[in-house]
């Protein structure tokens, strides 16, 4: 340890950190004072610093240079050298094979064509012109390659010249530096575009070959670009080829509902310049920006509640809605309908009813287009607390018990509150903790239960601080409340980890529940295997719960089968307690 080269800039801060710290915040805790010290005081960092520090050094000292530029001719030498030898061992052998990989000879000539500097291709020499305007003009060239351009353009409205509309960030004219949003195109190739439209500058594109010269107008102002930080998580797909809408097709950026998305630039009110995250392609592409596609969505429900008969309950399983509808040509106010109230009769109800005051047609009116999120690392001894979602009947109970008899002194459940009186052999606090009704009323009134109903004239509910103590005292708290907890329990302070439990399709829903003997949940005594309108009836749960939620869900797994369901909780909590995952971002 004595030995060891600490850097000195550390070791300030660290000093500066112990000195500083007895007038820190009263909310600064001592384990994040820890963790900062330890980080500090940790080799990985210094030596990381120290080769960060020896790099800048050469740099400054220009030591970074060829030790020779003739790389491939020398590995020919040693080819012929080895050639007669790899009968002699093993180890001349494979050396002789693995100069002669493909990847290891195009490494050596790129090595050579960087050290003799002799890029490729040439570009021809610049016509000099003299322009009778008193306007800048400049000529730009460009290499024509397999990648696209990386620019968009359109006709202004005012002037009616051919200018750069977008510019994508990391594409080929992004990085050449010659060309802005807001430059005028005079010529393409010596072809003058004036009086042409976007496609007529487009074809003229398409038909050249080998290098591409533009004559150009400087805008009055460039905007200096600083790439965003922003990452989000999408709530929808896209596709750019069936979107009517989009600028250019071939800038689009498709991505998957769950992809976590690099936003870059959002300058455009529309159109967005995204990347997916961890994507070695710097080139950025187009996405719907938030504001256009809430619009889409709320124009695609007004057209389909149009078109519902008005007997037809919101209860109804939904079709899944299109992501792509017409973007209005002007801005407009977007109005919402006020939507049909669901009817709750005929429902059956299990042992706790939950909060009479749901309220899904707010739900309904919630649109999730994107979040954004940021990373957030498990730190030992604190665990998120797994929540499970599902209907009723699909299994969440069953998960729950065999997780914690897994591990009773790392997994716990609150213990709920009742208003109803102990009954023999009940221990307070064990099986629940025992208060007064006025004393419940008034707790939930002031918002302390995350879930609370009432049954045969008792409450029944489960308190925010009963997770949160579980939580302190670091345990995993295991949860498995009715859906619309979900509002109260997804906060800054709890971050729960959600896993929506799904049943699988019906045929195999109705299999395994009666190959187990599964009795029926809607059934107080337990007495009864589920009939075939009780799948039915967990199956429509669970997809209107998939509509209203599903945009809440860190993880979904099928419980088809037991078993192998449980081992996905346990490979998930796993996960949740080793990996860095992405997480709204006011929560870090």
Known sequence: MENFNWDPALSKVLSALDAHRASAPTFTSDDEFGFLSDLLRSKELNALVHVYNKIQKNLKDDKFSPVLSNAMEINVEVLSLLANKTQVSD????????????????????????AQKDYYPRLPDIPVEMDEDEETVKIVQLVKSDEPLGATIKTDEQSGKIVIARVMHGGAADRSGLINVGDEIHEVNGISVEGKTPN????????????????????????????????????????????????????????????VLHIVCQDDPHWWQARKEGDRNMRAGLIPSRALQEHRVIMQRQQRDKSEDDSISLCSVPVPMPTLCPRPRTTSTCMHESPTKCSLQGIKTKKIMYDA??????????????????????RPGLYRPVVLIGPPGVGRNELKRRLMATNPDKYRTPVPYTSRPPRPGEVDGKEYFFVSRDQMDEDINSGKFIEYGEYKGNLYGTSAESVSSLVDAGYVCILSPHYQALKMLRTPKLKPYIVYIKPPRFEIFKETRNDSRARSTFDESNSRGFTDEEFEEILHSAARIEFLYSHLFDETIVNADLPIAFEHLLATIHKLETEPLWVPACWV
């Open 357 to 378: 005051t749901e309220n899904d047609d707010f739900d309904r009116e919630e649109i999730a287009t994107y979040e954004e999120v940021a990373k957030l690392y498990p």
């Open 91 to 114: 180890e001349f052998k494979e050396l002789f094979l693995l100069l002669q990989k493909p990847h290891v000879q195009a490494l050596l000539i790129s090595h050579d064509t960087v």
């Open 200 to 259: 007529d500058v487009l074809k003229i594109l398409q038909s050249s070959e080998g290098t591409i010269t533009f004559k150009i107008v400087p805008a009055e102002s460039k905007n200096i670009f600083r790439e965003s930080k922003v990452r989000v998580r999408a709530h929808f797909t896209y596709k750019a080829s069936i979107d009517p809408e989009t600028p250019c097709t071939e800038a689009g950026l498709d991505f998957d509902r769950g992809d």
